[in-house]
């Protein structure tokens, strides 16, 4: 749904009066000042249905409490050579930002391998990058705009994207389900660039499994989508990948300081400098010790596990060679 009615909002906001206090404390974790959006964020993701989005909050705010998400920021990935390993196989970074102020997230969908540390470790880091984006990236741009920005928008490099992917749809399906129970209606959009045929073949039979809102978000660009980018976004924003008349993820240093997934970005280097700072001002109450941070994992809704399996059968299908074309004549990603 497009628009939340405002009775809608007031309703939730009058439930959420009533919490506990403990909870409505990490509810202003949450919200950083911007409590009716956050509302309505979680009123887009269950219809406007107010009793839904209400327990849907609820719900979000208990998990935070009982994986202690609040601290999740003072928990660096030690020792550092295990962060760079989670960093080069887990491919996402800030490129810069839109012309109307949000943020640009690149993913690097097809060359992450996931294959560097345990799960834990990965949505760790997964979620280190969400609450640094909604405690210090998203405020800070609000400030700098002079308005409310709460949402970002993802650019998905499907460079390099193959039958090996069967092996992290587990992953991929977990990490997607903390996102969408716990952090709703985040993305703007989302645009898929590089997208070889195994992604098209794919994305034919997933779409029509998505809830429209979802479907509505996506935008299959052509090649690495810098024509179309160029309209939201200056050069200086783009992601590496998509700054080349070719096509092309580059995981490595070849890119140098424009690779926003290195670990030797920016971006990066504050994230995992305020990680530390936060650290060491908890230190007298936690000790800082190496071992992953370990989050409850909630169980992928009916919507995820059925894309989860229609995804694996459809890449079985390509491994045993039953899934190419005879030709690739034709081949639409955008249409039907």
Same mark, same amino acid.
């Given at each position: 749904?497009?628009?939340?009615?405002?009775?809608?909002?007031?309703?939730?906001?009058?439930?959420?009066?009533?919490?506990?206090?403990?909870?409505?404390r990490?509810?202003?974790?949450?919200?950083?000042?911007?409590?009716k959006?956050?509302?309505?964020?979680?009123?887009?993701?269950?219809?406007?249905?107010?009793?839904?989005?209400h327990?849907?909050?609820?719900?979000?705010?208990?998990?935070?409490?009982?994986?202690?998400?609040?601290?999740?920021?003072?928990?660096?990935?030690l020792?550092?050579?295990?962060y760079?390993?989670?960093?080069?196989?887990?491919?996402?970074?800030?490129?810069?930002?839109?012309?109307?102020?949000?943020?640009?997230?690149?993913?690097?969908?097809?060359?992450?391998?996931?294959?560097?540390?345990?799960?834990?470790?990965?949505?760790?880091?997964?979620?280190?990058?969400?609450?640094?984006?909604?405690?210090?990236?998203?405020?800070?741009?609000?400030?700098?705009?002079?308005?409310?920005?709460?949402?970002?928008?993802?650019i998905?490099?499907?460079?390099?994207?193959?039958?090996?992917?069967?092996?992290?749809?587990?992953?991929?399906?977990?990490?997607?389900?903390?996102?969408?129970?716990?952090?709703?209606?985040?993305?703007?959009?989302?645009?898929i660039?590089?997208?070889?045929?195994?992604f098209?073949?794919?994305?034919?039979?997933?779409?029509?499994? /998505?809830?429209?809102?979802?479907? #509505?978000?996506?935008?299959?660009?052509?090649?690495?989508?810098?024509? !179309?980018? +160029? &309209? $939201?976004?200056?050069y200086?924003?783009?992601?590496?990948?998509?700054?080349?008349?070719?096509?092309?993820?580059?995981?490595?240093?070849?890119?140098?300081?424009?690779?926003?997934?290195?670990?030797?970005?920016?971006?990066h280097?504050?994230?995992?400098?305020?990680?530390?700072?936060?650290?060491?001002?908890?230190?007298?109450?936690?000790?800082?010790?190496?071992?992953?941070?370990?989050?409850?994992?909630?169980?992928?809704?009916?919507?995820?596990?059925?894309?989860?399996?229609? /995804?694996?059968?459809?890449?079985? #299908?390509?491994?045993?060679?039953s899934?190419?074309?005879?030709?690739? !004549?034709? +081949? &639409? $990603?955008?249409?039907?």
């Open positions: 749904m497009a628009t939340v009615a405002q009775e809608a909002i007031n309703e939730l906001q009058a439930l959420m009066d009533r919490v506990e206090e403990p909870l409505k990490i509810f202003e974790n949450v919200h950083q000042g911007y409590p959006e956050t509302l309505v964020r979680f009123l887009k993701a269950r219809e406007g249905n107010v009793a839904k989005a327990k849907m909050l609820v719900d979000c705010l208990k998990w935070r409490a009982e994986s202690g998400i609040d601290y999740i920021l003072s928990k660096p990935i020792p550092s050579d295990l760079r390993a989670v960093r080069d196989s887990q491919l996402i970074g800030l490129s810069g930002y839109s012309k109307e102020g949000l943020p640009v997230f690149a993913i690097g969908v097809g060359l992450s391998t996931f294959d560097k540390a345990s799960v834990n470790y990965y949505v760790q880091s997964h979620i280190q990058i969400n609450e640094y984006r909604d405690r210090v990236i998203l405020p800070s741009a609000s400030k700098r705009y002079g308005r409310p920005i709460t949402t970002c928008l993802k998905l490099d499907m460079t390099g994207l193959r039958f090996s992917a069967l092996s992290q749809i587990k992953l991929l399906t977990i990490i997607s389900t903390v996102d969408d129970l716990n952090y709703p209606e985040k993305t703007n959009t989302y645009y660039v590089n997208a070889p045929y195994i098209s073949a794919c994305w034919k039979v997933v779409k029509p499994l /998505l809830q429209e809102r979802t479907r #509505k978000k996506v935008q299959v660009l052509p090649g690495c989508g810098r024509d !179309d980018l +160029l &309209k $939201i976004m200056d200086s924003s783009l992601p590496h990948f998509c700054k080349g008349e070719g096509s092309g993820s580059g995981r490595h240093s070849s890119y140098g300081p424009e690779n926003c997934y290195s670990l030797d970005h920016p971006f280097q504050q994230l995992y400098n305020y990680i530390k700072e936060q650290a060491r001002a908890r230190e007298p109450v936690q000790p800082v010790k190496q071992g992953s941070f370990h989050v409850a994992l909630p169980e992928a809704a009916e919507e995820g596990s059925e894309i989860a399996k229609t /995804l694996e059968s459809e890449l079985q #299908k390509f491994e045993n060679g899934g190419m074309p005879d030709s690739l !004549d034709g +081949l &639409k $990603i955008n249409g039907e």
